[in-house]
C-alpha cells in the first residue's frame, strides 16, 4: 500500500496541453514499474502509459505521439505531458504502480471549447 498524489488537471482547449503530477513515497519511482490511468465518464478505467525506473515507456494508442510519460526520481515525482489534447481524452487521470489496485482521487482533466 502506498500514497500517491495527483495534480495538474484542469479545464483546456482542444489542441491545448497540460502536464500532470504524481508525488510518492521517497524511493518509489526508483524501485517500482508506474503507471497512469485514466476513467472517463461511463467508461472502464484504461491504462494510458507505463514508465520503468530506467525511463522505459509504452502509451496505449490513442494517446501515442501526444502524450508523453516521464519520471524524477531524485524528486519523487512523475509526470505526464499531455499535447494536442482532444476532447474524448476528458477523464479523471490516476497514477499507480502498475497493476495497482489501491486508488486515489485522481485528478479531473476536461477538454472542451
Known amino acids: 500500500q502506498v500514497q500517491l498524489v495527483e495534480s495538474g488537471g484542469g479545464l483546456v482547449q482542444p489542441g491545448g496541453s497540460l502536464r500532470l503530477s504524481c508525488a510518492g513515497p521517497e524511493n518509489i519511482f526508483r524501485l517500482y514499474n508506474m503507471a497512469w490511468y485514466r476513467q472517463a465518464p461511463g467508461k472502464q478505467r484504461e491504462l494510458v502509459a507505463t514508465s520503468t525506473p530506467g525511463g522505459s515507456s509504452y502509451y496505449v494508442a490513442s494517446v501515442k505521439g501526444r502524450f508523453t510519460i516521464s519520471r524524477d526520481n531524485a524528486k519523487n515525482m512523475m509526470h505526464l505531458q499531455m499535447d494536442r489534447l482532444k476532447p474524448e481524452d476528458t477523464a479523471v487521470y490516476y497514477c499507480?504502480?502498475?497493476?495497482?489496485?489501491?486508488w486515489g482521487q485522481g485528478t479531473q482533466v476536461t477538454v472542451s471549447s
Open positions: 499507480n504502480v502498475l497493476n495497482g489496485d489501491d
